[in-house]
């Protein structure tokens, strides 16, 4: 495959509370490194209880700003709207309503917070074993995946682990096999996918999230869908780590990588 196939689909601009990230520079970046494109996924997570940062999107504000740039580049270079929705059991309700009205290419759906904490408040650890609290992320994850329908893909399985106390940080698969497993074979039943996310070396885990372990188990299953995205928040980290993860796929017999444009699957042969 050529690197110009490639899209990051997993990129943060600065219409995301936690990045400053201009949509220009993110994109002359990626041109730089010769990447196909970008999908913008601009957090959106409702109740979330930060009282740092506002995680909503002005997504009418951004289509614009985006259709104003698309005029400015190549027109061979995907510029894509998307969005990383947070999932919480009690404002299931919300999240479609809250992202119905706009034409996205992509929805993320992410676990990144429960009881009112997200993982990287070290609170939500106090009085739990590592397997209590991988145990209750991944059910959360399962719970997102059986009751809200309208995502594309899963994103970053082991988020937490950028941010657990123990001094083993990895998700064994080994330890909570009967959730993943109903977690995968719940994805693939529905048509839908999980995402390789490349930033772990940034966070000083494994390389990608989910690890190698996941991934494989994910394909036994039969899992196809995969995409391949940054995290980016910070243009210098668009497309970080892709030839890594693109090899690690290969490796485990992968097939393809996906993009989603207009909600639908783009499959590119690795």
Not at 140 to 168: K, L, N, T, W
Not at 221 to 249: M, P, V
Request: charged share 20%; aromatic share 12%; glycine share 6%.
């Amino acid at each position: 495959m050529q690197i110009t196939d490639v899209i990051d689909s997993h990129v943060h601009s600065n219409f995301s509370a936690d990045s400053q990230m201009p949509l220009d520079l993110g994109c002359v970046h990626a041109m730089q490194q010769g990447l196909g494109g970008l999908v913008f996924t601009d957090h959106l997570d409702i109740d979330h209880p930060s009282k740092k940062f506002n995680f909503s999107v002005d997504f009418e504000k951004r289509a614009q700003a985006i259709e104003l740039y698309k005029k400015t580049i190549p027109a061979n270079f995907k510029l894509l709207q998307g969005v990383e929705i947070g999932f919480q059991s009690h404002i299931v309700e919300q999240m479609w309503p809250a992202i119905a009205s706009y034409n996205l290419d992509f929805v993320l759906c992410s676990v990144h917070v429960l009881d009112q904490r997200d993982f990287w408040d070290q609170s939500y650890y106090i009085g739990k074993t590592k397997q209590q609290a991988f145990e209750r992320y991944l059910q959360a994850i399962y719970d997102s995946v059986i009751s809200f329908e309208h995502f594309d893909v899963i994103a970053h399985i082991g988020y937490m682990c950028r941010y657990v106390p123990y001094d083993d940080k990895t998700l064994h698969y080994h330890d909570h096999a009967d959730i993943l497993d109903a977690i995968f074979t719940s994805l693939i039943e529905r048509g839908k996918g999980i995402e390789v996310n490349t930033s772990g070396l940034y966070y000083r885990i494994d390389p990608t999230i989910p690890n190698m372990q996941l991934l494989q188990r994910y394909k036994e299953l039969g899992g196809e869908i995969i995409t391949i995205g940054s995290d980016s928040h910070d243009h210098t980290h668009i497309g970080r780590n892709f030839d890594g993860a693109l090899e690690l796929l290969r490796t485990l017999g992968f097939s393809y990588i996906t993009y989603f444009e207009k909600r639908k699957p783009i499959f590119i042969a690795l």
